[in-house]
């Protein structure tokens, strides 16, 4: 397996443009999530889906993001309009379901993409 | 809430000499604990996990990390450093059964491992 495929691996754009990040999980996994990575806040989750369906989006910092996952093997995490603040690495990570069953949240460890480092000018 | 802290931003050590990075967590119930490594420009890859069983996890690359309820630690370590390790290492924890939203990094301990 290719492991998760993100792209794009880099992404320099101008404020108030729009931003497509994209991600392949792995086949076969249950659950996909989406990280943001600054040095000042560290790793911060945004997003995670399981079987599709969106869970928790508490972490999406504002209405400028939206992400999507139309299919289980494919996920979109959209910024419209950019600005500078949202500069950073982007991850997209999956990972099967604890011991197979359907309780949410019951997943096993996260394997990460290598991320999309956006700038915003 | 859950929280991890690892106290050491940088760990630096010999090449040949046995390493550790520490990781202390705080979490309700019994707490599933992983290691992660991160090098230049990738993203994090899974080193080693404990849900439950012998406190002494192995992992890849030779590390290994050592459970101690007590003192509720997850160090991680290996007994012979390459400088190949030389990484941002990151601690996590949750409660065994929570959310996505209960997984908590630490903030990351970079190992330089110096020839």
């Known amino acids: 397996d290719a492991g998760v495929i993100q792209s794009p691996r880099h992404e320099v754009t101008e404020m108030g443009q729009e931003v497509t990040l994209r991600c392949k999980p792995i086949?076969?996994?249950?659950?996909l999530f989406w990280y943001r990575q600054t040095m000042m806040r560290g790793l911060e989750l945004l997003i995670y889906?399981?079987?599709?369906?969106?869970?928790?989006d508490s972490g999406m910092p504002e209405d400028r993001f939206s992400a999507k996952m139309p299919n289980a093997s494919f996920s979109t995490l959209k910024i419209q309009p950019s600005e500078p603040r949202d500069s950073a690495v982007y991850f997209c990570?999956?990972?099967?379901?604890?011991?197979?069953?359907?309780?949410?949240?019951?997943?096993?460890?996260?394997?990460f993409g290598p991320g999309t480092r956006l700038t915003v000018l | 809430a859950q929280s991890v802290a690892q106290p050491e931003d940088q760990v630096n050590v010999a090449e040949g000499n046995p390493l550790t990075v520490k990781c202390t967590y705080s979490v309700s119930g019994n707490p599933y604990l992983f290691w992660y490594v991160q090098y230049p420009n990738r993203g994090l890859q899974f080193l080693l996990k404990y849900i439950t069983g012998d406190n002494l996890v192995k992992g890849s690359y030779g590390f290994e990390a050592e459970f101690n309820k007590s003192q509720t630690s997850f160090h991680l370590k290996k007994p012979s450093a390459l400088v190949s390790d030389s990484a941002l290492y990151f601690c996590a924890v949750r409660p065994l059964l929570g959310s996505a939203r209960q997984l908590t990094f630490g903030s990351g301990t970079q190992l330089t491992v110096l020839p």
């Open positions: 086949s076969g996994h249950d659950y």
């Open positions: 889906f399981n079987n599709n369906v969106p869970i928790d």
């Open positions: 990570a999956s990972s099967l379901a604890l011991g197979g069953g359907s309780a949410r949240g019951a997943y096993n460890e996260q394997f």
